[in-house]
């Protein structure tokens, strides 16, 4: 049995024992735990070596068309498999003890489903794990947002239809890769082995730029690419802390992944069609500018947080249009970062919400005087949301913009130069919102009588924890950086 | 012991039951019920151990009977349909005692045992006689059990409308099966086939001759456009019995309609082309005809009356997707499939709404407000039926509509694709519903429901075969391999 295996089935276990009536925060914080230190120990027993996969197993589950419970990884996996771990830690940790046991069923099985996503190697599984933690994630907007029965029901609607008809699309694109690169022999859902299909008979360049463009679509849904962002912020807002943590963290990146391990290996020209290329920049540069100057309007800390993680999206799908060894290195660096920034700043702001009752930045102010380490913890996720040098998303951001300029050796001037040229502007609206937040909620007076005291000790440690995390990430990116020697390069 | 044997002790069984009930008043009805359960659990132990080859079965049957995998399958899909059947009329038995006349209700048990007798023959059928016979023997036992608690309007209403459609629908199959045999002047598969690749054969008396068939059968299994009558007998009939409707009468249809549509659609087969494509046709319809009037129910009963309805039209998709080589299974055998996802996820589902009903739950979608909270179990069940009746990944749903949809791919069927999506993608809302129902709002008595362990077993052995099917098809997969490749070849 694959160490990978037991890192999947151990959320599931933990979330059937609370589901029973195991006491529901030893079980599921013991799990995260145990799933942290296992993807701990498997990082520092992972060897980058090209094209071969770590810790692979593989059961046959259905013949022909040939699918087969089949794990594995490369330095992709494992970099958001320590997110997924990392984040979950988190999660589970700060749920409140007198929430009801169904948070913590719920946040283990997106953990399940999400290391189910990223550690499967077959196609089926990983599309079938990720529909396995949207629905806790619904059931959970739904039942415990944070807005009354019919609003938080009308949110959990829209980003159901949404992310149904992604999926479905997803689904579609999935297919037709499959059917396309089967042959007429025998279905296989294998990535390694459509990998390989790949690389010896390629698709036609026109047909490469249409199934990747479906699969965009798709796959762009999950991660609320522009136009098709709406239903991130609110849902975002109104979902319960954990869930929002697990899946703005953690979940969306599955949409980015499948793109960067997928999409891009198998369909390697798709994204330089140049039509796709086009639409793709465009959408992305949607993300950054337009949802940026969304961002800046908001008034409230949720929204802000909500709509800057939907932005933030545009750097890596920037990434991935370049889809140089560069910039994908440093798309996936700022997965990892911008989950566990995102993760701290919701649970930062989910305690604020609970302490003060609302997060309108109109109504606070100078909290930091009350709580100077909330506040500080606060500037880590913020300053570092923002791309500021020793936090981990500056050296993922950098890398990002890097590659893709440099693409296509650096001589030409095109619409991917132009792209980053307007897209490095979204790193000053991200610093106009974010250091106003700051601003609002932590300096000045407290003239509003709000008042609110720092986390006990106990309650600090998640948080530091994904402080940390930034910390050593943004000072040494090349611990991460150096398991990505075998990332995919198309 | 041959199969035959098995099917000859379960009419005996049904007859003996019948006689009792009728000749000695004393027997009560907790021991007829008994031996009906009883008496089919023992035929699904000995089919289980009987010898399968056509060599066992006696030498007037062999010509009439073949034993191919296909075969094989649907008769244990028809024992394990009517076990859950007879355990939902145990389960059901208060409503019927409140709306049988005196309260008698034993002929609910000694009907499903011949009804299951005729299912498993129909899955051996070579000719269309046989077929008719059994088709029959089916939809008389159902005629008489949909009017059963014939105290209620609503089961006399389902009835009334249950016999004269299906007495109409029965007239149409003959008409088609005269025709069939005029044209073709034979009356069995072989015969029919082998006519039908003959160029001389008059190709629009026998299209005439197939749709009149097509469109009988259309009526058994509730294929749009003659799927009208679905939603009203559904939620009048008692619950085993819309049961046994929505999973063996259906089965039984499409088993036939399995042999028919090889029949026709044999490699050289004059009609070939018009066949699938009245196929792929009617499947679409009958997909949107079905999930998009889902959307707007709001008593559960009904809802899954118009799901039957949608998942009939996936069934017709997968028949109309003929064979490839890319797969393990033939359109036959991903029917086979098919219907063998839907069993556990439909009798889940009426299991959930006869154990509320037992405990005065209505089946509006209001009703089951709180349930997460008052039976966490019960709840919990529900959430994993519907969500394979919906498809999602990992339950046994999903497995049915991937291979499904590879099909007609595989066909460039791009239309029909298209419909079965939409009616996936409203499926996610009609179904999610009333799971969303369950775990909101507040109960309106706080007061447990209680479920028996015989119960607790059965949803569990339920919920247990769903996930099975999900996360390991080949267990499914397996039995029905060949199916596909005999019943094309018994065609030729």
Known sequence: ?490 | MSVFAVEIFLVLLGVGLLCLEALLPSVTRRAIAALSLGGTALALVLFAFADTSAAALPAFVQPFHQLDSLALFYKGFALVATLAVLWLTVENRGYLERHCPEGRHGEMFSLPPLVCAGMMWMASAKDLMTVFVCLELVTVSFYVLVAFARKSSLVLEAGVKYLILGALSTGVLVYGIAWTYGVTDSMSFDGISAALADPETPRRGALLGAAFLLAGLGFKVAAAPFHIWVPDVYQGAPLPVTTFLSVGSKAAGFVVLSRVVAAFTAAESLIRTEITTLLLIAGAATILLGSLPALFQTSVKRLLAYSSISHAGYLLLALAAAPTARHDLSSAGVTAFYLGTYLPMTVLGFLVLSVLRQNGVGDDLRDLAGLGRRQPFLALAATLGFASLAGLPLTAGFMGKLLVFLGLVDHAAWAALTCAVIGAAAGFYYYLRPVLAMYSGSPATAEPIKLSTATRAVLFALVAAIIVIGVYPRSLQAPLKSAGTTAVHASH
């Not at chain 1, 295996?5 to 529901?24: H, T």
């Not at chain 1, 050296?395 to 619409?415: I, R």
């Open chain 1, 1 to 490: 049995m694959s160490i990978l295996e037991i890192v999947i089935l151990l959320p599931l276990l933990a979330a059937l024992a609370v589901c029973l009536g195991a006491p529901a925060r030893l079980v599921s914080v013991g799990s995260a735990m145990v799933n942290l230190g296992l993807m701990l120990g498997a990082a520092t027993k992972f060897k980058a070596v090209a094209g071969e996969l770590a810790f692979t197993s593989s059961r046959v589950v259905l013949d022909n068309p040939s699918i087969n419970f089949a794990v594995g990884m490369d330095g992709t996996s494992l970099i958001l498999g320590l997110l997924t771990a990392l984040v979950t830690l988190a999660a589970v940790w700060q749920i409140a003890d007198d929430r009801p046991p169904i948070y913590h069923t719920a946040s283990q099985l997106i953990a399940a489903g999400a290391f189910g996503a990223f550690l499967c190697t077959d196609l089926f599984f990983l599309y079938a794990f990720h529909e396995l933690a949207l629905i806790p994630t619904f059931l959970m907007i739904a039942l415990h947002g944070r807005a009354d029965e019919a609003a938080r029901k009308a949110v959990a609607w829209k980003a159901t239809l949404y992310l149904g008809a992604g999926s479905l699309v997803l689904l579609a694109g999935l297919g037709w890769l499959v059917l396309e690169y089967s042959g007429g022999q025998k279905l296989t859902f294998d990535l390694n082995a459509l990998r390989a299909m790949a690389a010896t008979n390629p698709l036609p360049a026109e047909k490469q730029g249409i199934i990747f463009f479906v699969l965009l679509l798709g796959f762009g849904t999950l991660v609320s690419l522009f136009p098709l962002h709406s239903w991130a912020a609110p849902a975002y807002a109104t979902a319960p802390v954990p869930v929002a943590m697990l899946h703005a963290g953690v979940l969306k990146k599955f949409g980015l992944y499948g793109l960067i391990q997928i999409a891009l290996p198998l369909l390697p020209q798709g994204p330089h069609v140049p039509w796709v290329q086009k639409a793709l920049l465009l959408m992305l540069l949607g993300n950054i500018l337009v949802v940026g100057f969304v961002t800046i309007a908001q008034k409230s800390l949720d929204r802000i947080l909500g709509n800057s993680s939907v932005m933030h999206m545009g750097y890596i799908f920037l990434g991935i249009a370049a889809g140089t060894e560069l910039a994908l290195r440093g798309a996936v660096l700022l997965m990892f970062a911008h989950g566990v920034s995102i993760a701290l700043l919701f649970a930062l702001a989910g305690r604020l919400r609970n302490q003060l009752g609302t997060l309108e930045l109109a109504k606070l102010g100078g909290l930091a005087s009350h709580a100077p380490v909330f506040a500080i913890l606060f500037a880590f996720g913020a300053f570092a949301s923002i791309g500021l040098p020793g936090l981990a998303n500056f050296a993922g951001e950098v890398l990002v913009f890097l590659g893709a300029f440099g693409a296509e050796g650096g001589t030409t001037f095109g619409p991917l130069q132009w792209t980053v040229v307007l897209a490095l502007w979204g790193v000053v609206m991200s610093a106009v919102y974010m250091l106003r937040a700051y601003r609002d909620i932590f300096q000045g007076s407290a003239t509003t009588g709000l008042f609110m005291n720092d986390p006990s000790l106990f309650q600090r440690l998640p948080l530091i924890l994904l402080a940390a995390a930034l910390l050593i990430a943004g000072c040494c990116p090349w611990l991460l950086l150096d398991l990505l020697k075998t990332a995919p390069v198309p």
